[in-house]
């Protein structure tokens, strides 16, 4: 009897490591085919052609909008797209290191190129929020222009009633361009 027991024993192991080893499999492939469908969508959308077609580079309208514009200039510097609501912070090298989309301020600085001229790590906006990493490089019919991020995360519509200066930002892409521009650094303005 005792052999016949130790021989259920070894199949009873035997049968349990085949069920363990099924199970691990099947979870496998359930987690396979969970990250196969999750990345499907973002590789297909990536992959299909924009209904508006490309802009003669290659590039879709998406990409055309993100890339830094030709007529910026060169080295360290912030790009600040006015029509396009969008910022890039190039690096030495002439590389994007960021780029970002802002809310405009009620008054808009003229295209051109500008340095920044002063900083400040938290004040109150000319809007009356509270703001951080205030990067301010440009002065219009005495209103001063700079960029800021709002503390209670607000985007505003301009209110063209009211003379503002704030270009806000997220409060991360505000905190990244606090870092990337200290006093002196380029703003180069297009329209």
Request: aromatic share 6%; charged share 20%; no cysteine.
């Amino acid at each position: 009897m005792a052999r016949s027991s130790g021989s259920s024993a070894g199949v009873i192991v035997a049968g349990l490591t085949a069920v363990a080893l099924a199970v691990i499999g099947f979870f496998a492939y359930q987690a396979s085919a969970a990250q196969d469908r999750a990345g499907k969508p973002s590789d297909a959308k990536q992959a299909e052609p924009s209904p508006g077609g490309s802009d003669g580079k290659g590039r879709a309208p998406a990409e055309k909008d993100t890339a830094l514009p030709s007529a910026s200039g060169q080295g360290h510097r912030v790009v600040y797209a006015l029509k396009r609501q969008r910022v890039w912070l190039v690096g030495k090298n002439g590389k994007v290191t960021r780029t970002y989309k802002v809310s405009p301020s009620a008054v808009s600085p003229p295209p051109g190129t500008y340095k920044v001229t002063s900083r400040a790590s938290h004040v109150t906006g000319s809007d009356g929020v509270p703001v951080e990493n205030v990067v301010r490089f440009a002065t219009v019919d005495g209103v001063t222009i700079g960029f800021s991020a709002a503390l209670n995360r607000s985007t505003p519509t301009p209110d063209t009633s009211r003379k503002t200066g704030g270009i806000r930002e997220k409060r991360a892409d505000g905190e990244a361009l606090w870092l990337h521009a200290p006093i002196g650094t380029r703003v180069v303005v297009l329209r």
